[in-house]
């Protein structure tokens, strides 16, 4: 039973990071520009198989490496194409339009590399079970959780220490400003959106390397991310990697005793988290 | 009597002769009794969230789980407990009800772009519920092997189950009733209040207008027959899926009411017609259907945002 349950949590976490991942880079987005993107999962899936068609030619690691960062250009273009337009408008046009591209981008996924669920294979390396009593910890799940630590790490570093970042968080309180100051927002924001759309290409090649590959592979993550980050408070990026981790935990937890209800125990705890406390875990009061 | 004033009657009395005589003439431009019944149905689900996206100003991208509820409620009811068409719908109603009061609760206090992720989020819940309850709901597949009842009013019967045009009928009846009740609040008291919220939330607080209170009520009202339509729907199709349930649902209703318009009372309707028949011939067209939506979607918020009747109005 014991193990039972570690293994879930530790199943749990992983999903976790993953929802993490999303909604980070989901979270980026809106607190710089107040635009929702639907499409999150759909960026995600591209990601995923940029990577499956990079990886015959730069292997594994270069898949890895590379992918990401194609998506993230596809997200800067998408930024200077259309998501730019929406600045200033009613948030419902955002949605909208996300929501639009979501399909595009799903649909899009499905003509170029087909509907049918595609292999992505890791190195042999990270394959192998770690230990033979918790059959679970194999190199890969381990892998996916370090890799997506030092990532989450490495972007609160460039936020913290760096020109770019300190420019995005004084962007978050008060954009106007940042602009007085002569700062250029509308590449800020250009850099930002990419930044957010990396973390999904990064998750979306982890969870290709998990799930298998399907045009629809993003689908199921792009909730929760929402959930995560009203559960972490808006505005708050280490409330929605909490948020993340949480209801990635939580789920994991419900399989062992209630598996029907792994999907809708977020929900549940969002609710609480509303009663209890509606700004969220870590959200700043009146930022709701 | 203002010229404009009689515009608007004019433009009320066209729109219910077409939508009276939709049987006689939907064959001839090529359409089915089916699509017209359909097209009715949506266009009161998006008329709802009209009232309050459009006359509230609040942005609810959830309600496609007031439609799912209202047509799970209907559809278990006449499965499970009384093959009665009139009960399960309200079995339906009631359940959307009662949900959105309580989830109104939660969230009436939220504004702009956060209360419409919370309301996404809070729609999943029921979509999760339907998918996975199997032995209940039918899951994925559906809940079906049941058909709306014959109505027997003691004096009359109204055979709404062989006869498409009698069903079409019964629900415009609905629509109709519907669409008088939305338009009489928004001529109260009550839904100038509501204006004045969208306009000017803060004015109207200093004003001494319990605003919460209000959402919450245009809330309940709008998913009341957002749940009715839902209600309608399965009864359409004999058959309640959890796709009706799912945020995609959500966001057809919201590009439907902006497609047409959302500060026209009409709009939704015009938006719902649009949206039905473009999809249901481009579905028919190409496996790609979901790239053209798509499309629709970004070309609509970059290019009409205002809508077909905004875009009237205007000129």
């Known amino acids: ?288 | 009597m203002k010229p404009e004033r009689s515009w608007k009657l004019a433009a009320d009395a066209l729109v219910w002769l077409l939508l009276l005589t939709m049987p006689f003439w939907i064959g001839a431009v090529g359409g089915y009794i089916q699509l017209g019944t359909l097209v009715v149905v949506m266009a009161l689900a998006a008329t709802a969230l009209n009232f309050l996206i459009g006359f509230t100003g609040i942005m609810s991208f959830g309600h496609a789980a007031f439609f799912g509820l209202g047509g799970y409620g209907a559809g278990l009811t006449i499965k499970y407990l009384v093959p009665n068409t009139l009960l399960g719908m309200a079995v339906g109603v009631v359940t959307a009800i009662v949900a959105a009061a309580i989830i109104g609760k939660l969230i009436v206090h939220l504004r702009g772009i956060y209360f419409a992720m919370v309301t996404i989020a809070f729609g999943q819940i029921f979509y999760f519920i339907a998918f996975r309850w199997n032995n209940v709901t039918g899951g994925d597949d559906g809940l079906s092997n049941w058909h709306r009842m014959p109505i027997h009013l003691g004096f009359i019967n109204i055979d709404i189950l062989d006869s498409a045009v009698t069903f079409y009928y019964f629900v415009l009846f609905f629509f109709a009733l519907s669409l008088a009740a939305m338009a009489w609040a928004l001529r109260s008291p009550f839904g100038r209040t509501l204006l004045a919220i969208r306009e000017n939330e803060r004015r109207a607080r200093y004003l001494g207008i319990p605003v919460d209170n209000h959402i919450w009520l245009s809330w309940l009202i709008s998913c009341t027959f957002a749940g009715l339509a839902g209600t309608l729907y399965v009864l359409l199709n004999n058959f309640a899926d959890p796709h009706q349930l799912h945020w995609e649902q959500s966001g057809e209703f919201v590009i439907m009411a902006v497609l047409g318009g959302m500060r026209s009372f009409w709009g939704p309707l015009v938006g719902a017609t649009i949206f039905i028949v473009l999809q249901n011939y481009v579905s028919s067209m190409t496996e790609n259907w979901m790239s053209f939506i798509g499309l629709f979607f970004v070309v609509i918020v970059l290019f009409f945002p205002d809508g077909v009747l905004g875009i009237l109005r205007k000129a």
């Open chain 1, 1 to 288: 039973m014991t193990e039972l349950i570690l293994y879930n949590v530790f199943n749990g976490l992983i999903i976790g990071a993953f929802y993490a991942l999303m909604a980070l880079g989901l979270s980026l987005i809106l607190n710089l520009s107040g635009v929702i993107n639907f499409a999150h999962g759909g960026f995600l899936a591209f990601g995923a198989y940029f990577a499956y068609s990079l990886a015959p030619y730069f292997g594994f690691w270069g898949a890895l490496a590379a992918a990401p960062v194609l998506t993230a250009l596809l997200g800067f273009l998408v930024e200077r194409l259309l998501i730019r337009r929406l600045y200033g408008r009613d948030p419902l046009y955002s949605l909208l339009l996300t929501f639009g591209l979501a399909f595009m981008l799903q649909d899009g996924a499905r003509i170029v590399w087909g509907s049918e669920t595609l292999p992505f294979s890791v190195p042999g390396s990270l394959n192998n079970a770690l230990s033979a009593e918790y059959f679970f910890l194999t190199g890969y799940r381990v892998f996916m959780v370090a890799l997506a630590t030092a990532t989450v790490a490495a972007l609160f570093a460039v936020l913290r220490w760096t020109r770019i970042g300190m420019r995005i968080r004084a962007g978050v309180v008060d954009l106007e400003t940042v602009s007085a100051l002569g700062v250029n927002i509308g590449r800020l924001r250009s850099f930002n959106f990419a930044l957010g759309i990396f973390l999904a290409g990064l998750a979306g090649v982890l969870a290709a390397g998990m799930l298998g590959l399907q045009p629809t592979i993003g689908n199921d993550l792009i909730m929760p991310s929402f959930v995560a980050i009203i559960i972490g408070g808006l505005g708050s990026l280490p409330g929605t990697l909490v948020g993340g981790l949480l209801i990635g935990v939580a789920s994991g937890v419900t399989t062992v005793f209630f598996p029907s209800a792994s999907e809708a125990v977020i929900y549940v705890l969002m609710a609480l988290v509303l009663l209890v406390r509606p700004r969220g875990l870590f959200g700043e009061e009146g930022r709701q």
